[in-house]
């Protein structure tokens, strides 16, 4: 199992970035996908998760109305769109699979800075 998240980077208060994790290893159209990210000094919290065909979202309430996680199965790829960014939104978020055991990706360092 491979997941490999990109898109993250340096983003004013406001703003949009959208992140994805290209999973690979595994039928990805069977499994149900998270977005998960941690700040410095803080524990790694569960942002989003979507299930297999996508038809169902959890979103923590941090995050709700601003984040829309999303997924294309014929390229086996989970988006996170994260839109009126803030400041504590700051972390490096990760990708997670659930097959038989927890995979994670390497992580991708957002930061909401003026």
């Known amino acids: 199992v491979q997941l490999v998240e990109s898109g993250g980077g340096l983003v004013q208060p406001g703003g949009s970035l959208r992140l994805s994790c290209a999973a690979s290893g595994f039928t990805f159209s069977t499994y149900g996908m998270s977005w998960y990210r941690q700040a410095p000094g803080k524990e790694r919290e569960l942002v989003a998760t979507?299930?297999?065909?996508?038809?169902?979202?959890f979103y923590v309430d941090a995050v709700k109305g601003r984040f829309t996680i999303s997924r294309d199965n014929a390229k086996n790829t989970v988006y996170l769109q994260m839109n009126s960014l803030k400041p504590e939104d700051t972390a490096v978020y990760y990708c997670?699979?659930?097959?038989?055991?927890?995979?994670w990706g390497q992580g991708t360092q957002v930061t909401v800075s003026s």
């Open positions: 997670n699979a659930r097959v038989g055991i927890s995979y």
């Open positions: 979507i299930t297999s065909a996508g038809g169902s979202t």
